[in-house]
């Protein structure tokens, strides 16, 4: 018998329909069959299209699978490109049925060519499953957004756009992904407003920003002041920037626009004289900004791009260029430093981090006004992140966190206590690194806890007595170390704690454990993990859920109270009846109306609480300074504690009086103190000082939410009247004519 | 990878529906923040260097070939 090679040299002489009939019989010989095919494809695409079709079960039976995938791709290719191939729709059907071991490139070049109206083909199908096999193929993404896109599938297409800016974050493909965001309709997640001031070309950073917005499930809408008019923009009573009223915007002014002459030699004076003018400028900019908006405001530090013009020399005859600019950003943090709602970005920190070459390119700074360029646009648009999601109140309460191979390396359970690996040199020292840094989010008001599947013995064991440990027992607020499903642990620890799921953050090594959670419970964050240890702590570093705009006394406390609480729980099953145990409690709580002080700390209830809070309206800052100060309104605060610990302010009520009524227009609490009659202690101090004020009625309003059940029975338990829907919110009155709400007997009440 | 391609990839349409006439004013989608873009895709795909002159001219498919092959790049 003669060789596929020797038959396809034949071929020269002619007889191909002879050639092609001795080929497909060789096609279903299993020493043959590959070569066969690989013939096939090369002299007659649509032959090999059609046997494919025909032998798929040969073809897999005779073909190793990642032969046989190559050959496939051939064929489709060869097909493709010729005008006398394969009539594409059975390029679709071929590429269908070899979906799992077809190339992701030959799919995204044939979805390019076949036509979208053609039915039946399947192509969005195999599109998916070969996206399951290569997730973050870049042809491929785009190739499924094209179809998204002409089948109006707006939700599916901004999904995809999204995963193809993680797969492609070039600059020209981020342009594309927002340039056909434009043409959808919005994804429906909470929208933010953020604004671009510059005296650059942001374009790019805006586009990288959209993305990460995205990624935390936010709507962008984005304003770009026009070039060079930042300060017009912020000055002018109807500019578009305050018309358009950002929620978060950023400012970034570069040093060289600002003095030209940091291209040249200018003497220190000169340099001096120009940077006071400078941060000046700016911080005038802060101030105007920060007068007619509440939102948060992020003001780039000083970067520019030129050298040091004395190169080695720089800082022997005055200060070096970068002593300059050090410098000046010190003065512009502490003038910014005046107005609560403004941060300084430091740039250096951001310009240490960033992957691959430098910021500046001098061609696009020329030629296009860019003055950050480059991969550092995208740790720009990272850095942003962490202002807007504190804004958008997305910053979450609690990390949830794993023991073998996530706080220390190996398994406790087979190592033993003293074969882990933690300590002060590596292997070890990657994860005492991150337990640090853990231990550092507790001053800023996160909580700890642990749910790990272990022997409680083992992993107690290590936690309390390795002397490597960082976090101890006492860190950890709650703790889940058992062999159940770690879903379940996830809930009860919530459960414990008093907060939401979605206030849950979980830090796993085990990919699998990831998963199951991510499937069970969508509302804990499960952020990706490296493999490499050494990494973990900037991974988590890097959150912007982790971010605070504040951080207030009960922030610093937290955990301590949190700590008193499981006390006081202790208590509670020791004690007798309910009544005796609230009385062993000793509660004591303190009320007075909200000044400067306790502004910050009552603006982050008002953001925070979900479960007792009647109305769930989301005052801004700004918005509750101005009842604060308005005559016609009151806002109280109330502070409480008992004698395991200091509770800290904890419940705030807002109520506005029309014509002499009083109407309670918030009234919210801190999960952490439901149980103690603290609400009752309020409205009882908020109802004789209405009457006081001459009152006759206090009215109070109700609005139903998916998580405020537990302050729904608060106004009929009080003996309030229900008097109808109001808009979005059901009324209740109480007379004040009859006795007054009076405390529970085992709250003592203090003047404050 | 072609001109073609790479103008179609960055601008989003189909490369087979560019051709030598297609131009910064037939391609709506040929804004100035995607040619700045262009340019830059250009000189990393083709490792040539284009001056600002250049970038001013490319604003045709037929330039963009003309100058790129000036520059003794090949697809």
């Known amino acids: ?752 | 990878m072609a001109p073609e391609q790479i103008i179609g990839r960055i601008f989003g349409v189909n490369p087979g529906k560019i051709d030598d006439t297609t131009s910064n004013t037939t391609l709506e989608e040929w804004d100035s923040m995607g040619h700045v873009n262009l340019i830059m895709e250009l000189e990393s795909t083709y490792g040539v260097s284009l001056s600002p002159d250049d970038a001013l001219q490319m604003t045709n498919v037929a330039t963009i070939k003309r100058i790129l092959q000036s520059r003794g790049a090949s697809w």
């Open chain 1, 1 to 752: 018998m003669s060789s596929v090679r020797d038959l396809t040299d034949s071929r020269l002489g002619g007889l191909p329909s002879d050639l092609l009939e001795q080929l497909v019989k060789a096609a279903t010989k299993a020493s043959t069959a590959p070569q066969a095919i690989a013939a096939l494809a090369e002299l007659d695409p649509s032959e090999a299209v059609a046997w494919l079709l025909v032998n798929e079960q040969l073809a897999r039976a005779l073909c190793p699978a990642g032969e046989l995938g190559k050959l496939v791709d051939t064929v489709v290719r060869a097909s493709l490109g010729d005008s006398n191939g394969a009539r594409v729709s059975n390029l679709a059907q071929l590429a269908s049925r070899y979906a799992d071991i077809v190339g992701a490139d030959t799919v995204a070049a044939l979805a390019v060519e076949l036509p979208y109206e053609k039915p039946g083909a399947g192509v969005k199908e195999t599109l998916a499953r070969v996206l399951e096999r290569q997730p973050g193929h870049a042809g491929l993404l785009r190739a499924a957004v094209d179809r998204a896109l002409r089948g109006h599938d707006s939700a599916e297409a901004h999904r995809l756009l999204t995963e193809l800016g993680r797969a492609d974050d070039s600059q020209a493909t981020l342009h594309y992904i927002w340039r056909r965001r434009g043409s959808l309709q919005p994804s429906g997640g909470p929208p933010v407003r953020v604004a671009f001031m510059s005296s650059f070309t942001v374009d790019p950073l805006a586009h990288y920003l959209d993305l990460e917005c995205r990624g935390l499930g936010l709507e962008p809408e984005i304003y770009v002041t026009p070039f060079n008019s930042w300060a017009q923009e912020i000055i002018g009573e109807d500019s578009g920037l305050r018309r358009f009223d950002p929620e978060v915007a950023f400012l970034s002014v570069a040093i060289d626009d600002l003095i030209t002459e940091t291209s040249g030699s200018p003497a220190q004076a000169q340099l001096d004289e120009a940077g006071a003018t400078a941060v000046g400028r700016i911080l005038a900019a802060a101030s105007q900004f920060s007068d007619w908006s509440d939102g948060v405001l992020v003001v780039h530090g000083f970067h520019s791009a030129f050298a040091d013009p004395y190169g080695i020399l720089g800082g022997r005859a005055g200060k070096s260029r970068s002593a300059w600019l050090a410098d000046l950003d010190a003065e512009l943090a502490e003038g910014l430093s005046r107005f609560p709602r403004a941060f300084l970005l430091n740039m250096a920190e951001i310009f240490a981090r960033r992957p691959g070459g430098s910021y500046d390119n001098p061609k696009m700074r020329h030629m296009a006004s860019m003055r950050l360029c480059g991969p550092v646009v995208g740790e720009v648009a990272r850095a942003y992140t962490r202002y807007i999601a504190p804004a958008k109140g997305l910053t979450r309460k609690c990390v949830v966190l794993d023991l073998d191979n996530t706080l220390w390396g190996g398994i406790v359970g087979e190592d033993g206590p003293h074969g882990i690996r933690l300590g002060g040199t590596s292997p070890g020292s990657e994860y005492q690194e991150f337990q640090r840094f853990l231990l550092s989010l507790t001053e800023r008001g996160f909580l700890l806890a642990i749910n790990s599947k272990n022997n409680p013995e083992d992993a107690l064991e290590v936690v309390r007595s390795h002397e490597a440990m960082v976090l101890r027992e006492d860190v950890f607020s709650a703790m889940r170390i058992n062999w159940l499903p770690k879903p379940e642990n996830m809930k009860s620890l919530a459960e414990e704690l008093n907060i939401g799921i979605d206030s849950l953050i979980f830090i796993d090594d085990n990919p699998n454990e990831r998963a199951i959670m991510r499937q069970a419970l969508p509302q804990v964050l499960v952020p990706e993990m490296p493999n490499d240890p050494s990494l973990y702590r900037s991974t988590v570093e890097a959150l912007p859920q982790l971010q605070k705009l504040t951080v207030t006394e009960e922030d610093r406390t937290r955990t301590q109270l949190y700590r008193a609480k499981r006390q006081r729980d202790q208590t509670r099953l020791g004690a007798g009846s309910l009544d005796e145990y609230l009385e062993s409690l000793e509660i004591a709580v303190s009320i007075g109306q909200v000044d400067e002080a306790s502004l910050a700390r009552v603006h982050q209830l008002f953001q925070r609480t979900n479960q007792f809070n009647l109305t769930t309206r989301r005052y801004t800052a700004g918005e509750l300074g101005a009842v604060a100060r308005d005559p016609t309104c009151r806002l109280y605060a109330l502070k409480a504690r008992d004698r395991f610990g200091d509770h800290g302010l904890v419940a705030t009520a807002l109520v506005r009086t029309e014509n002499g009524t009083w109407i309670v227009d918030s009234f919210l609490m801190s999960c952490r103190v439901i149980g103690y009659g603290v609400e009752t202690a309020l409205l009882a101090t908020l109802s004789e000082d209405a009457r006081a004020a001459g009152a006759k009625e206090l009215i109070g309003e109700y609005i139903e939410t998916a998580k405020n059940a537990p302050a729904r029975d608060f106004y009929p338990r009080h003996g309030f009247t229900e008097l109808g829907a109001q808009g979005q919110a059901t009324r209740w009155q109480r007379s004040l004519a009859d006795e007054l709400t009076v405390p529970p007997k085992w709250i003592r009440l203090e003047v404050s």
